[in-house]
């Protein structure tokens, strides 16, 4: 499975970006995808979650960017979408989308849940 990430760029608070993961190698349906973040000086952080179709497809946000970031994706054209709306300055971070290659009961939002990984792109909001 491999995963290219784009979208990322610059823009002042309160404004919207998105970022968009392509995947290949492996049915996105039967696939729990994830964003993951990291700040300079921080460690990577879960941003938000799709499951897979067989697990309903159920989304899950962080706290931080509930209601403000959605995730979706595009099974036909194996991509994943993270539309990032009213934001802040704190939301600067690299931006990652990963792949787990197994299904786990769990939540499924720490980095170690997850076995492929975009090359991250890098995500500025100016105050």
């Known amino acids: 499975v491999q995963l290219q990430a784009s979208g990322g760029g610059s823009v002042p608070a309160g404004g919207s970006l998105r970022v968009v993961c392509v995947v290949s190698g492996g049915t996105l349906s039967r696939l729990t995808t994830a964003w993951f973040r990291q700040a300079p000086g921080k460690e990577r952080e879960f941003v938000g979650n799709?499951?897979?179709?067989?697990?309903?497809?159920?989304?899950a946000y962080a706290e931080s960017v509930k209601g403000r970031f959605a995730i979706s994706r595009d099974n036909a054209k194996n991509t994943v979408t993270l539309q990032m709306d009213s934001l802040k300055f704190e939301d600067t971070a690299v931006y990652y989308c990963?792949?787990?290659?197994?299904?786990?009961?769990?939540?499924?939002?720490?980095?170690?849940?997850?076995?492929?990984w975009g090359q991250g792109t890098l995500v500025t909001v100016s105050s």
């Open positions: 990963a792949v787990a290659g197994r299904h786990l009961a769990g939540p499924m939002q720490r980095a170690s849940d997850y076995d492929y």
């Open positions: 799709i499951r897979r179709s067989a697990y309903g497809s159920s989304k």
